[in-house]
């Protein structure tokens, strides 16, 4: 009675989830008819002393001082000495029952709650959790701008390369031609001879639009404005002749899958969105982000996939990748400059190829001719209109008018306008310029025949004009008269090209962007390895 008790006694007074398991190993002893079974640590001792209340249980094992007694007589001191001893042991006994429980019971409790080890609450591990979450994607991230930087490396080793031995095949060739035509030179030493020109170089944009290059889809296209794309709504699009239609899953994150049900090639952008998952409004089918069929109403399961394309939402706008190639690891970012505020975001579906679409965007001596109603209204026609840009880019600045204009690849188009005063040029640079307008112009080649044009307009001035009620619908009204003035023009050249005539028969001074767009997508359906202009 005395020992249960003691371990009632205990077991009652102590914090059992308090309690730390260390290694431990076993030994018997036996006493007259009974085992008793300790438990001991490394050397012998309790395990983990550490702990306050474990001092309990550090109690001497009373046999060692137990006066021998076996098989002798004793006298009435005697035997309540050995009672003594024996309600010693009983007691440590006692305890050393309970501390082998309690230390079971802390491995279950390790075993099946792994949390309870740590004493941390679910707030504190969920922040964790999601630190290493973020920590883990940031590794992902610098995995792959790592890969994609070597394989930067191998391509412009290779580019040089490529360079040299060009460079050396022609001084080869210089030194030959300097050869053979040396007695020509000499007889006629006296006689200057004039410079020979280069030869122009020469386009051909004519005749049909030919099926798009699988390497011209190897691209990162942004489709969409983020803002345009609520929990519960859905944007179709066409891409490459393709029908996608885009939404959101029930983690918010984008997604992009193909237009057509896998039951009977329903246009799913008909049905609507449902806990993040679109559905098919003929027979209720549902699809995720990833393309999977998750749900079959009426019928059983089965494994269906349709197919869908690596989408991503980064700085407002929604990007996807057609292509078959694994995707580029790093987004462009198509931010206006600092100190700008975006004022309109606008999407139009225009009926040209978005190549001519792109030639038209990329001119600006058009202006004083072809914007008379708009922007331009007023202009004088200056005696020269030059396009300035370093040998190998494809951006620069417009001599006289203060704009700076740049084709981002595959699609995009960034230009800086310094404002003037109707009529008049304001310096000759945009630095010069007190205010700017910036703009941007993607034009995603939905068909050989259509563009969808993303229309993103930035100030750096008049904040206000922001929280002016329906000035979006102004600013589209604008954007909608400067693009009417060039679509007609544009749509007459798309019919002449259909009919075999070349648009760009006589390139001039002016067209050098245009021109180094034309020969950047030659290169690009040619499949050059090195892409010009890349560097």
């Excluded at 883990?136 to 290779?158: G, P």
């Excluded at 600045?397 to 040029?425: A, H, N, Q």
Aim: glycine share 6%.
């Amino acid at each position: 009675m005395t020992a249960i008790a003691t371990a009632t006694a205990i077991s009652l007074s102590l914090p059992f989830s308090l309690c730390r398991s260390n290694k431990s190993y076993t030994r018997k002893f036996v006493k007259g008819s009974f085992g008793v079974f300790a438990v001991y640590g490394e050397e012998g001792g309790i395990p983990d002393k550490k702990s306050s209340w474990l001092t309990l249980f550090n109690v001497e094992d009373p046999r060692t001082k137990a006066p021998q007694s076996k098989g002798k007589f004793l006298d009435a001191n005697q035997a309540l000495e050995v009672a003594r001893y024996d309600l010693q042991y009983c007691d440590w006994r006692a305890r050393q029952d309970v501390l082998t429980i309690m230390l079971l019971h802390e491995k279950v409790v390790e075993v099946l709650n792994p949390l309870a080890r740590d004493y941390k609450s679910i707030g504190t591990m969920k922040k964790e959790l999601a630190e290493l979450q973020e920590e883990l994607s940031q590794a992902h991230n610098q995995v792959h701008i790592s890969e994609a930087r070597v394989s930067a490396a191998l391509d412009k080793l290779a580019y040089m390369e490529e360079l040299v031995n060009d460079r050396l095949l022609q001084e080869r060739s210089t030194v030959e031609s300097e050869c053979t035509s040396s007695s020509a030179s000499t007889s006629t030493g006296l006689l200057d001879t004039p410079k020979s020109k280069q030869p122009r170089r020469t386009l051909n944009v004519s005749g049909p639009v030919q099926d798009y290059s699988s390497r011209l889809k190897n691209f990162w296209y942004p489709v969409a404005f983020s803002a345009d794309l609520k929990n519960d709504t859905m944007l179709p699009i066409d891409c490459f002749e393709q029908s996608w239609v885009i939404f959101r899953g029930a983690d918010g994150k984008p997604g992009c899958v193909r237009n057509t049900c896998a039951h009977r090639a329903c246009p799913l952008d008909l049905g609507s969105v449902n806990e993040g998952r679109i559905q098919c409004p003929y027979h209720g089918w549902e699809y995720s982000t990833d393309g999977k069929c998750e749900k079959m109403p009426s019928t059983r399961l089965l494994n269906v996939k349709i197919k869908a394309l690596p989408c991503f939402e980064q700085e407002g706008m929604i990007w996807i990748w057609p292509g078959n190639d694994p995707p580029a690891a790093t987004l462009p970012s198509l931010l206006p400059p600092s100190g700008f505020q975006i004022h309109a975001e606008i999407v139009m579906e225009l009926p040209v190829e978005h190549g001519l679409l792109l030639d038209n965007l990329l001119d600006l001596a058009h202006a004083p001719f072809t914007h008379t109603s708009t922007f331009a209204k007023g202009w004088s026609v200056p005696s020269l209109v030059k396009f300035l840009t370093p040998a190998s880019g494809l951006q620069g600045y417009w001599d006289p008018y203060p704009i700076d204009m740049e084709f981002r690849p595959p699609c995009m188009v960034l230009s800086t306008i310094g404002i003037s005063k109707p009529g008049k040029l304001e310096g000759q640079s945009t630095k010069q310029c007190s205010t700017h307008l910036h703009q941007l112009h993607v034009c995603l080649p939905a068909s050989r025949q259509k563009t969808r044009l993303l229309y993103r307009m930035s100030l750096d001035f008049a904040p206000l004009l922001k929280h002016i009620p329906f000035m979006q619908y102004v600013w589209r009204h604008f954007a909608e008269q400067v693009l009417n003035e060039d679509l007609r023009l544009v749509l007459g050249q798309q019919d002449r090209m259909l009919n075999g005539a070349n648009i760009w028969n006589l390139p001039v001074s002016y067209d050098k962007l245009g021109v180094r767009y034309r020969i950047w997508r030659d290169a690009v359906d040619s499949g050059e390895k090195e892409l010009p202009f890349s560097k």
